[in-house]
């Protein structure tokens, strides 16, 4: 929209016509940071020109609640972007696409899949239980090496979503996961990160490396997808659906056959129903892999935490049988440790932009229509006023003076968002979570190799903050020495 001068708009950066505010940005790859720091200059809410587009900046949680629960239908929107575009053609996915009736559809038909495959049935528990046994497994067969855990984290994390999605799983050195951890790389790499051609669009039509590679990398993604939706559709059954991609399926048919004329017709696409499981699948991988990785580089940086967590799960748990679902209310401190991870660490440091569907205000400023909104996550969950230290790793924070779990010890805490737009697989990430550590740190004692030195915690800012490379020793604890650990 149009800025009227009457108007009472947030403080704007200084900005020249068509670059905006870009020189600002030009040498801070780490935006939520550079954004964070801007406070100190234009206060806690204020904008700026991204190219040609109005981005306003929310740094604190009065603002980010308003525009997240209070006003979340207005603030439902997704902007467009060059290369959210092209990964989900055009906004038929979840994540990227913007409010509508079946941007709403596909969201329920998840929620509901998600619910009918794991969340309060057996089944989901089982399936991780069964990848944390593999990667157990492996960590046992590399013990004392220097290893990378990375791939072997993904595998298993891969292996989750696979069986959600499509009822499938990989072997080590398949080489169609390899081909997989090459591609999403590709697309983490260079997808929405307010990269060149996000801000100027019409930079798209010059040659341009990035937006090649990710080409390139959604040409392999979608061949992948194709063949698992023509696979699946030949083999279609709607009394036996198990995993998502059927059950969209399913969805899909029944619309077809029973569109009454009293519902607004609505189009649910084969492209939809793709973007949708790329969306879960992309993820369900991304998301819960950085998150485990951060907690191992955290554990190696706090070997008493590591130890605490141990000493809970050898009284709780014991030898004698695995981790699960149930133990999760008698380890708060692991449970503890998991959401200081996603504190320090927010895996989505601004969010995903939302957009004003119509004219607005947050606080005492107005906000036109179409602005872009941008919630600093990082700034909420490393409020000075709200965290005591917040760039110490203290899983205490999340416990009361018993030990007992405290939820939420400060209202600027939101690592899933909030309001309509919340994240959708927040109970699968986090029963993941819990389960990958809790086997894991049951049998295992992580540490620096030898002759490696502690990764440095520096996050690399993108459509999720990236993990540095770092390798670890997998000693098998003592009292598992002899014992069969799976
Ligand atoms: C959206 C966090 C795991 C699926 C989001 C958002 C955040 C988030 C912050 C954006 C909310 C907003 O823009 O306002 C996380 C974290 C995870 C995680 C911290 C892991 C610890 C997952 C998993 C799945 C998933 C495992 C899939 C099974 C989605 C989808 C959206 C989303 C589809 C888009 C929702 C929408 O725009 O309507 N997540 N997520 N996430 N998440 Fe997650
Ligand atoms: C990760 C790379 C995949 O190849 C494609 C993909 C799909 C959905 C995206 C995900 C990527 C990154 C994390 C995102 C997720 C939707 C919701 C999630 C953005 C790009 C978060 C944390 O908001």
Redesign the pocket.
């Known amino acids: 929209g149009k800025l009227e001068p009457h108007y009472n708009y947030p403080k704007s950066l200084p900005s020249l016509p068509v670059v905006g505010s870009l020189l600002h940005l030009v040498g801070h790859p780490q935006l939520h940071l550079f954004f964070c720091r801007l406070q100190e200059k234009y206060g806690q809410l204020y904008a700026l020109y991204m190219g040609s587009h109005y981005v306003v900046i929310v740094n604190n949680y009065v603002h980010a609640k308003e525009v ?1 629960l209070k006003k979340g239908k207005i603030f ?1 929107g ?1 902007p467009h972007m060059v290369t959210t575009d092209l990964l989900t053609r055009n906004g038929k ?5 913007s409010y509508s009736p079946v ?1 709403k559809f596909q ?1 329920k038909l ?1 929620h509901s899949a ?1 619910s009918m495959f794991g969340e309060g049935t057996l089944l989901l528990e089982n399936i991780i239980c069964r990848e944390a046994a593999t990667l157990c497994r492996t960590l046992n067969s590399e013990q004392d090496t220097s290893l990378d855990m990375a791939p072997e984290l993904t595998r298993a994390v891969t292996n989750v ?1 696979c069986s ?1 999605c499509f009822n499938s799983s990989y072997h080590r050195g398949d080489p169609e996961f390899e081909d997989m951890l090459q591609y999403s790389q590709g697309i983490v790499d260079t997808v929405a990160k307010e990269s060149l051609v996000d801000i100027f669009p019409w930079l798209q039509f010059f040659p341009n490396k990035d937006l090649a590679l990710l080409k390139q990398c959604v040409e392999k993604r979608d061949q992948l997808l194709q063949q698992q939706f023509v696979e699946h559709k030949e083999a279609f059954s709607s009394d036996s659906v198990t995993d998502l991609m059927g059950s969209l399926l399913r969805a899909k048919l029944n619309l077809e056959n029973n569109n009454s004329h009293l519902l607004p017709r609505m189009d649910l696409t084969d492209d939809h129903l793709l973007m949708t499981v790329g ?2 699948f992309g ?2 991988v991304e ?2 892999t ?2 485990l990785k951060w907690s191992l580089l955290y554990l190696l940086h706090n070997p008493e935490v590591q130890q605490k967590i141990q000493e809970e799960l050898d009284q709780e748990v014991g030898f004698n049988r695995h981790p699960q679902l149930n133990d999760r209310q008698h380890l708060p401190y692991l449970e503890a440790t998991i959401s200081e991870v ?1 504190r320090i660490r ?3 440091p601004l ?4 957009e004003a569907l119509e004219d607005t205000s947050i606080g005492e400023y107005d906000i036109p229509k179409g602005a872009r909104v941008v ?1 600093n ?1 990082w700034s909420l969950h490393h409020d000075e006023k709200e965290w005591d230290k917040p760039e110490e790793f203290n899983p205490g924070r999340f416990l009361d003076e018993q030990g007992k779990r405290v939820y939420s010890p400060s209202p600027s805490y ?13 109970a ?3 029963m ?2 819990f389960l990958f550590l809790a086997w894991s740190l049951q049998r295992f004692t992580f540490s620096v190799p030898e002759g490696e030195t502690l990764p440095a915690p520096e996050g690399k800012f993108g459509v999720v903050l990236q993990v540095p490379k770092f390798r670890v020793k997998a000693a098998l604890r003592e009292a598992w020495q002899g014992l069969v650990i799976y």
């Open positions: 997240l439902a997704r996915d979840i994540a990227f696409a941007w969201r998840v998600l979503v959600l969306d879960i993820a369900g998301t819960t950085t998150v996603l927010p895996v989505s969010l995903i932009p939302h919630i996550l939101l690592p899933f968002g909030a309001g309509i737009r919340v994240c959708v697989g927040e699968l990430a986090k993941e979570l």
